[in-house]
């Protein structure tokens, strides 16, 4: 871009993402097509004003708060033969691991190759099946409006997948995703483009993780679409370290009769501001959304869902359950989005929060914006502690304070516990539970 150019513009640069590092990814080896994707996106990303805590969105989190100043992006990661295995690896088909200094995708079997599935970096994909990228990456599933961050991520992203699971295909077994990031005072910017061909079926996996004692940065963004009566499911465990810092973008485009099943998971960060959207596009289009979140210590926590319907004749169902001990903090906002013309949705939206500490804080801003009507759109919220009735039960019964407290605090999360397809991952999520308890 040139400088005649950038001067004509009201330029808002991120300390140290400016056009001296922009000039410096793009003149990496690359597809094309991706070249002018970023330079799209670049240009976007200079005229996006950099939020602040005076935007409605970013009052209760301020961006003042993640250190993007002093974080260094992490080089375009480069393609390896292998990385260690983890301990669930051949629970899936495929596996794809990212560390700092490289990427691998790890194949246990010839599966996905039978089934035609693609699973590759985006690199390789723009290369090898450049219509399907340049269709779906930067896509209809991301708003018509960019926020400083969603423009961020499409700029400067250091590494990309891309995964497309062709018509009539059922993938049971899937593709597990594993980030281990160990360098410190790094940004890592991940791309997952995901595209789930009519009536298929397919389910995929996502661990990420951090060293607890370095600082880190990453500002993910995930794009999925689900195609005509195709069934796709995504399940995202976040344990990112201590230091840890995290602003994701999500985006998840339904069309008719297809169903979109999204759960998250949120344990990891210092600090963590993350937006999930969902728009049921197509007539009999269904989302369900399902978090847990678990603040403890001075951590803080900041959700925001979007439930949107476009189109008549769809369901969306979410339920977000949270808690914060110590003086950790969390923030729900969630919001209902009728289009005009969306008549007989039926979306409901559910946010519980458990405060367990006197310095403890739980925010819960559940909404509707409503430009239909003949429909049925509805939310609820709750804020509290344990209850007293059910812990004496509990210690009638004969377990001591501590047991009762713990039984409760996990009975509240296994509604979406049980919803988790994989094992290893419930597992995972009980561990984090009952060290937030023990802390």
């Given at each position: 871009?040139?400088?005649?150019?950038?001067?004509?513009?009201?330029?808002?640069?991120?300390?140290?993402?400016?056009?001296?590092?922009?000039?410096?990814?793009?003149?990496?080896?690359?597809?094309?097509?991706?070249?002018?994707?970023?330079?799209?996106?670049?240009?976007?990303?200079?005229?996006?004003?950099?939020?602040?805590?005076?935007?409605?969105?970013?009052?209760?989190?301020?961006?003042?708060?993640?250190?993007?100043?002093?974080?260094?992006?992490?080089?375009?990661?480069?393609?390896?033969?292998?990385?260690?295995?983890?301990?669930?690896?051949?629970?899936?088909?495929?596996?794809?691991?990212?560390?700092?200094?490289?990427?691998?995708?790890?194949?246990?079997?010839?599966?996905?190759?039978?089934?035609?599935?693609?699973?590759?970096?985006?690199?390789?994909?723009?290369?090898?099946?450049?219509?399907?990228?340049?269709?779906?990456?930067?896509?209809?599933?991301?708003?018509?409006?960019?926020?400083?961050?969603?423009?961020?991520?499409?700029?400067?992203?250091?590494?990309?997948?891309?995964?497309?699971?062709?018509?009539?295909?059922?993938?049971?077994?899937?593709?597990?995703?594993?980030?281990?990031?160990?360098?410190?005072?790094?940004?890592?910017?991940?791309?997952?483009?995901?595209?789930?061909?009519?009536?298929?079926?397919?389910?995929?996996?996502?661990?990420?993780?951090?060293?607890?004692?370095?600082?880190?940065?990453?500002?993910?963004?995930?794009?999925?679409?689900?195609?005509?009566?195709?069934?796709?499911?995504?399940?995202?465990?976040?344990?990112?370290?201590?230091?840890?810092?995290?602003?994701?973008?999500?985006?998840?485009?339904?069309?008719?009769?297809?169903?979109?099943?999204?759960?998250?998971?949120?344990?990891?960060?210092?600090?963590?501001?993350?937006?999930?959207?969902?728009?049921?596009?197509?007539?009999?289009?269904?989302?369900?959304?399902?978090g847990i979140f678990f603040a403890s210590g001075d951590q803080h926590m900041d959700q925001r869902t979007l439930q949107i319907h476009s189109s008549p004749d769809t369901y969306s169902r979410l339920l977000y359950k949270g808690a914060v001990k110590d003086i950790g903090r969390s923030v729900y906002q969630g919001l209902i989005i009728a289009r005009p013309g969306a008549i007989r949705v039926d979306a409901y939206q559910t946010n519980n929060n458990l405060v367990l500490d006197n310095g403890a804080r739980a925010d819960s801003i559940p909404g509707l914006l409503i430009d239909a009507d003949d429909?049925?759109?509805?939310?609820?919220?709750?804020?509290?502690?344990?209850?007293?009735?059910?812990?004496?039960?509990?210690?009638?019964?004969?377990?001591?304070?501590?047991?009762?407290?713990?039984?409760?605090?996990?009975?509240?999360?296994?509604?979406?516990?049980?919803?988790?397809?994989?094992?290893?991952?419930?597992?995972?999520?009980?561990?984090?539970?009952?060290?937030?308890?023990?802390?």
């Open positions: 871009m040139s400088e005649a150019l950038l001067e004509a513009q009201a330029v808002d640069t991120l300390p140290g993402f400016d056009e001296t590092l922009f000039a410096a990814i793009q003149a990496e080896p690359q597809p094309e097509m991706l070249k002018r994707k970023r330079e799209e996106a670049f240009k976007d990303y200079l005229q996006i004003a950099s939020p602040t805590n005076r935007d409605e969105e970013w009052r209760r989190t301020d961006p003042a708060l993640f250190p993007i100043a002093e974080v260094k992006r992490l080089a375009t990661l480069p393609q390896v033969d292998a990385l260690p295995a983890g301990p669930s690896d051949d629970e899936f088909d495929v596996v794809i691991a990212v560390q700092a200094d490289g990427f691998a995708i790890m194949r246990n079997n010839d599966t996905p190759e039978k089934l035609g599935i693609t699973i590759s970096s985006l690199a390789e994909a723009a290369e090898q099946q450049p219509e399907l990228v340049e269709h779906y990456l930067q896509g209809k599933a991301l708003p018509a409006t960019s926020g400083k961050f969603e423009a961020f991520n499409d700029a400067f992203w250091n590494v990309g997948f891309f995964v497309h699971i062709p018509e009539k295909v059922e993938w049971e077994r899937g593709l597990l995703i594993r980030y281990h990031i160990t360098e410190p005072d790094s940004l890592l910017a991940p791309r997952l483009v995901v595209v789930a061909g009519r009536n298929s079926r397919a389910v995929i996996a996502e661990h990420l993780e951090s060293a607890d004692d370095i600082r880190f940065v990453a500002v993910p963004e995930r794009e999925l679409y689900v195609d005509e009566s195709a069934n796709f499911k995504l399940v995202s465990l976040q344990e990112w370290g201590a230091q840890s810092y995290q602003i994701t973008n999500d985006w998840g485009l339904v069309q008719r009769d297809a169903n979109l099943n999204w759960i998250t998971l949120n344990f990891g960060t210092t600090r963590s501001k993350m937006k999930f959207g969902s728009d049921v596009a197509g007539p009999g289009s269904a989302a369900d959304m399902d429909l049925k759109c509805s939310h609820g919220s709750t804020i509290g502690n344990l209850d007293p009735e059910q812990l004496f039960y509990l210690r009638s019964r004969g377990l001591d304070e501590e047991a009762a407290r713990r039984a409760l605090i996990l009975g509240f999360f296994e509604e979406v516990i049980d919803r988790i397809p994989q094992a290893f991952i419930r597992d995972i999520v009980h561990r984090n539970i009952e060290a937030k308890m023990e802390s």
